[in-house]
């Protein structure tokens, strides 16, 4: 039983660790990508002066709008039925003032600007559907960033308010377990089983002959005797 019981907790260890490098590396790649829409697109066409476009949260609706780097996100999350991507922060902008924080929400903000480097992880079951969520500090990581975020017309702060490596929010990621990631989770867990079997069945013949030998060493005393 003890070799079941190390087993399992080992296999759920591994369990929650893939899937947690698994989401971690989704969000490092989304960040990626906003950080280099950021670099190469809005701020190349904001040094453009020749040219007409905007950038704002109607994007969607109005021609010549590009999506804001936090809209670009957004966006993207979308584009998966069972990935969802939330960000939030203390202070939003005008548009977005009228949300409420939960309590989940302000604790989180709260722990990522005193540690932005932690990241914030679960896993859930919800209707016989397993969920990882993730989530990690959103932060002003090149000027083009600050520029906007100081000077945008529907700030709600003083003009001088954010610099670099701030934490202006955070991103929230959130996802199912798809069955992929099942297979993959139910190889690691045979794999372990597997092993664990081997290490009893070994541990077994390994004691069965200590307790032979030692049985018949006192056979053989006694018959000595």
């Excluded at 989304?30 to 701020?43: H, L, M, R």
Aim: with cysteine; aromatic share 12%; net charge negative.
């Amino acid at each position: 039983c003890l070799f079941f019981f190390i087993a399992y907790k080992i296999e759920e260890e591994i369990h929650n660790y893939i899937l947690l490098e698994d989401g971690i590396k989704f969000i490092d790649t989304i960040e990626a990508s906003k950080n280099y829409y950021t670099k190469f697109i809005v701020d190349d066409l904001k040094n453009y002066k020749d040219n007409n476009i905007t950038f704002g949260s109607n994007h969607k609706s109005v021609l010549g709008v590009l999506p804001l780097p936090i809209d670009f996100i957004r966006d993207i999350g979308k584009e998966s039925k069972h990935t969802n991507i939330t960000i939030y922060s203390r202070e939003p902008f005008k548009s977005e003032s009228h949300r409420v924080l939960s309590l989940e929400q302000k604790e989180n903000i709260a722990i990522l600007i005193q540690n932005p480097e932690n990241i914030i992880s679960e896993i859930s079951e919800v209707n016989g559907i397993e969920r990882l969520k993730i989530v990690k500090a959103l932060r002003m990581t090149d000027n083009a960033c600050v520029s906007c975020h100081n000077n945008h017309q529907d700030r709600m702060w003083d003009t001088d308010k954010w610099k670099l490596g701030d934490v202006r929010g955070v991103i929230e990621y959130t996802t199912e377990v798809d069955q992929a990631m099942h297979e993959k989770l139910n190889g690691v867990r045979n794999d372990i089983l597997y092993f664990v079997l081997f290490s009893f069945l070994i541990t077994f013949l390994y004691y069965s002959f200590i307790v032979l030998r030692r049985d018949t060493e006192l056979i053989l005393l006694n018959e000595a005797l």
